[in-house]
């Protein structure tokens, strides 16, 4: 998998005062790794917005920091929950000799024939699979057509993808990843519907078993007599 770019720039602003960086426009981030010393950094905030809707957990990136160039993963994205805009991102340093454990998105493509033909509900299980491989090794999405489902009984499994000889998979393989399902039937439902309104307009139903009201004073006159 060939890596992208992004280029960033050591950070000196931390704690409270990284909201100026926020205001002109920078994003802070952290660059860490297995016997790495973290390292404070900040990006261009428009860049990096736009570098995370192309890329995901398992995308390789080569980061420039200055002269020196690191093979990063993005590792943690931080938004506002109000405005969606960027707060913080952590990036994971990985050497290229040592295997990692990270998760592959799934892209679906195509259309069900089933759910043309048959009139199918297609039901999307996984939207992600955990893998294990060499860094360049890794695929940035895994890519699920779905023309295969042509019949109601067809699925989708974990065990169904390939990544790669290369890239072990630790989803259990038996997860689902794409399934059909009947569709209900709306005039039914409408039916039930209609038939319980009908009930409620009659008045109300009759409870099995439920003692006969008594009006107060009725069952001393009858015990008298």
Do not use: C
């Not at 973290?38 to 570098?51: G, M, N, S, V």
């Not at 290229?96 to 297609?122: Q, S």
């Not at 630790?170 to 319980?196: C, F």
């Amino acid at each position: 998998m060939e890596a992208i770019k992004l280029e960033a720039s050591p950070r000196t602003v931390t704690g409270k005062k990284v909201k100026l960086l926020r205001q002109d426009g920078l994003v802070p981030a952290i660059m860490y790794g297995k016997d790495v010393k973290p390292t404070a950094i900040q990006l261009d905030d428009r860049e990096t917005d736009k570098l995370l809707s192309q890329a995901g957990g398992s995308t390789l990136i080569d980061l420039k920091i200055g002269k020196k160039t690191h093979k990063v993963l993005f590792r943690a994205v931080q938004r506002d929950p109000i405005t969606l805009s960027l707060i913080h991102v952590d990036f994971l340093q990985v050497a290229m000799d040592v295997v990692i454990r990270t998760y592959v998105p799934i892209e679906f493509v195509g259309e069900a024939p089933a759910v043309k033909n048959l009139g199918a509900v297609l039901v999307t299980g996984q939207t992600e699979v955990e893998v294990e491989a060499l860094p360049s090794d890794l695929v940035d999405r895994i890519t699920v057509d779905l023309e295969v489902l042509q019949e109601m009984d067809d699925s989708i499994t974990v065990g169904d993808l390939f990544l790669g000889k290369d890239v072990k998979v630790l989803t259990e393989p038996e997860e689902a990843v794409a399934h059909l399902m009947y569709q209900v039937i709306e005039e039914e439902e409408e039916e039930v519907v209609e038939e319980l309104e009908e009930m409620l307009e009659e008045g109300e139903p009759e409870v099995v078993g439920r003692a006969e009201r008594e009006e107060p004073g009725e069952k001393k006159e009858e015990e008298q007599e």
